[in-house]
Antibody, heavy 120, light 107 residues
């Protein structure tokens, strides 16, 4: 079955960086984009960006440009999301989610989420 | 930037029909998707491409999209349907956009 398994919770200080992984299995890796979405405590869903399976194509949400980087390790079917210059407002659950390569994206499978806490 | 507007909350009694709206400029020109999220859990896709249901989603869930409004309809509401619901589209200028979410309470 399709699985997206994310790395564990992180606690970071303001100004630091965090790198989260999302290991995929159970489907043809090259047939789906991967996206990152976050959810601050008690808030809605907020899209960070998209990466294609080979890692050659990325699009980042304007509000995160310059602070976010998404990469892929095709050998392990794992994608990574690094967010830098962390501030308290970045405290959130971060999800990876799969979307088909063709057509408008929709997210049919999600990771379990990674809690990132930014606190001094 | 593109925005999607949902009602913050909706209360329904078991057995009734819940209708959750999602409005945005010319929303009907794009495909809308809907997600259900229960506390402490990852979102689950319940409707995609306006009206399609993924396998495993009950046919009590249906969707439509026309003009400036997409609608998620849940018929025969059950206590297990209590959750937050989010609409989502792809906009050419803003990329992926989510609505603010609707908290559905079954009372």
């Amino acid at each position: 079955q399709v699985q997206l398994v994310q790395s564990g919770a992180e606690v970071k200080k303001p100004g630091a960086s965090v790198k989260i992984s999302c290991k995929t299995s159970g489907y043809t890796f090259t047939s789906y984009y991967l996206h990152w979405v976050r959810q601050a405590p008690g808030q809605g869903l907020d899209w960070l960006g998209i990466i294609n399976p080979s890692g050659e194509f990325t699009v980042y949400a304007e509000k995160f440009q310059g602070r976010v980087a998404m990469t892929t390790d095709t050998s392990t079917r794992t994608i990574y999301m690094e967010l830098s210059s962390l501030r308290s407002e970045d405290t959130a659950v971060y999800y990876c989610a799969r979307a088909p390569l063709v057509g408008d994206p929709y997210f049919d499978h999600w990771g379990q989420g990674t809690v990132v806490t930014v606190s001094s | 930037s593109y925005e999607l507007t949902q009602p913050p909350s909706l209360s329904v009694t078991p057995g009734q029909t819940a209708t959750i709206s999602c409005s945005g400029d010319k929303l009907g020109d794009q495909y809308a998707s809907w997600y259900q999220q229960k506390p402490g859990q990852s979102p689950i896709l319940v409707i995609y491409q306006d009206a399609k249901r993924p396998s495993g989603i009950p046919d009590r869930f249906s969707g439509s999209n026309s003009g400036s409004t997409a609608t998620l309809t849940i018929s025969g509401i059950q206590p297990m349907d209590e959750a937050d619901y989010y609409c989502q589209v792809w906009d050419t200028s803003t990329a992926v956009v989510f609505g603010g979410g609707t908290k559905l309470t079954v009372v």
